[in-house]
């Protein structure tokens, strides 16, 4: 039951923002997001892909996707939760969310974050 690691990017694949729990490299962060971005076509009805390993839960947004990689293991509803607080976290600091916006607060973004996610697991936090 582990968060992989969250992202944010464009429908192009390119990598905006990243938060890893796990040791991955930065090259398979990137095999990540491409594979999910190819197969985004394929979720009309739903805000998840599953794979034989990992499970991507996403948001869309404008032209971004924010997007948790978990363990297929991992607990999906508490999954969904993280993402909803990750999203909350992104709208206060940012405002309108914008890849210039999410770069100019990226440290408050990943102080957040770390508030919310702590080796992976969810911590019971709230976002005041």
Known sequence: M?????????KNAKLIYARQFE????????????HFSRNIDTC??????????????F??????YLVLITSKQS??????EILKLI????????????PDNIKYF???????ID?????GLRESVTIP
């Open 2 to 10: 582990v968060v992989i690691s969250t992202a944010i990017c464009n």
């Open 23 to 34: 040791p991955i490299s930065r090259l398979e962060l990137e095999e990540h997001i491409v």
């Open 44 to 57: 009309k009805d739903s805000t998840h892909l599953e794979f034989e390993k990992y499970r991507y839960i």
């Open 59 to 64: 948001i869309p947004i404008e032209d971004l």
């Open 75 to 80: 607990n999906v509803v508490e999954d969904i």
């Open 87 to 98: 999203y909350r976290l992104l709208q206060d600091q940012c405002g309108t969310i914008s």
């Open 106 to 112: 990226s440290l408050e973004i990943t102080l957040g």
């Open 115 to 119: 508030d919310i996610v702590s080796l």
